[in-house]
């Protein structure tokens, strides 16, 4: 079974980037979305953004403007980019991908924004 890893997370201060990226260890067939999701202690999961089939990108409000999702094909990679980064987008980043058939999720990665 295809399994996705995340790598990329750590510690940055506010104001700092970072790129995180997904890598699936084989070829997922009739991919319909690919998410970033995260997760901040005591909080729901909640969605951070979407890259949907054909191409169409989607965010949270608080991210718009900040983080950038992306894929490479070739690579079956997923990445977040993520620029100006604030404490408040501290949280486990997990990325999920979807087909007509089965979600996927990945361990996650911890993303710690602090000075």
């Known amino acids: 079974q295809v399994q996705l890893v995340e790598s990329g997370g750590g510690l940055v201060q506010p104001g700092g980037s970072l790129r995180l990226s997904c890598v699936a260890s084989?070829?997922?067939?009739?991919?319909?979305?690919m998410d970033w999701y995260r997760q901040a202690p005591g909080k729901q999961r909640e969605l951070v953004a979407r890259?949907?089939?054909?191409?169409?990108?989607n965010y949270a409000d608080y991210v718009k403007g900040r983080f950038t999702i992306s894929s490479d094909n070739d690579k079956n990679t997923v990445y977040l980019q993520m620029n100006s980064l604030k404490p408040e987008d501290t949280a486990v980043y997990y990325c999920?991908?979807?087909?007509?058939?089965?979600?996927?999720w990945g361990q996650g990665t911890q993303v710690t924004v602090s000075s």
């Open positions: 890259l949907a089939r054909g191409g169409s990108t």
């Open positions: 084989g070829t997922i067939a009739g991919i319909g979305i």
């Open positions: 999920m991908v979807a087909t007509t058939s089965y979600t996927y």
